[in-house]
Nanobody, 119 residues
Framework: QVQLVESGGGLVQAGGSLRLSCAAS????????MGWYRQAPGKQRELVAA???????NYADSVKGRFTISRDNAKEKVDLQMNSLKPEDTAVYYC?????????????WGQGTQVTVAS
């Protein structure tokens, strides 16, 4: 019902910046909250940041002050600006969209994009 395509991952030196983008297509009027999760090798997937359709944001403590999530509701696109990157930010980053269709809630996931921060 909703497809998410991420872009912008890559390799960066510690202290550097990357910007991740995620574009949604499909029944985009059903999208409520959009966000980014990440999963590092051997670790559980965790929330990085989320933004509601009303632009209320939520961040993991580990990224507060360094990452900024933003959203273009007209295009249903969500970006994650990552500054002052650390090696511990290395992970696969996934875009998510929370949907409500015919009264049923679900979550769509992107395919993931690799972010590697070299020390």
């Amino acid at each position: 019902q909703v497809q998410l395509v991420e872009s912008g991952g890559g390799l960066v030196q510690a202290g550097g910046s990357l910007r991740l983008s995620c574009a949604a297509s499909g029944i985009i009027r059903s999208i409520k909250t959009m966000g980014w999760y990440r999963q590092a090798p051997g670790k559980q997937r965790e929330l990085v940041a989320a933004i509601t359709s009303g632009d209320t944001t939520n961040y993991a403590d580990s990224v507060k002050g360094r990452f900024t999530i933003s959203r273009d509701n007209a295009k249903e696109k969500v970006d994650l600006q990552m500054n002052s990157l650390k090696p511990e930010d290395t992970a696969v980053y996934y875009c998510t969209a929370d949907l409500v269709v015919a009264g049923t809630s679900s979550r769509a996931w992107g395919q993931g994009t690799q972010v590697t921060v070299a020390s």
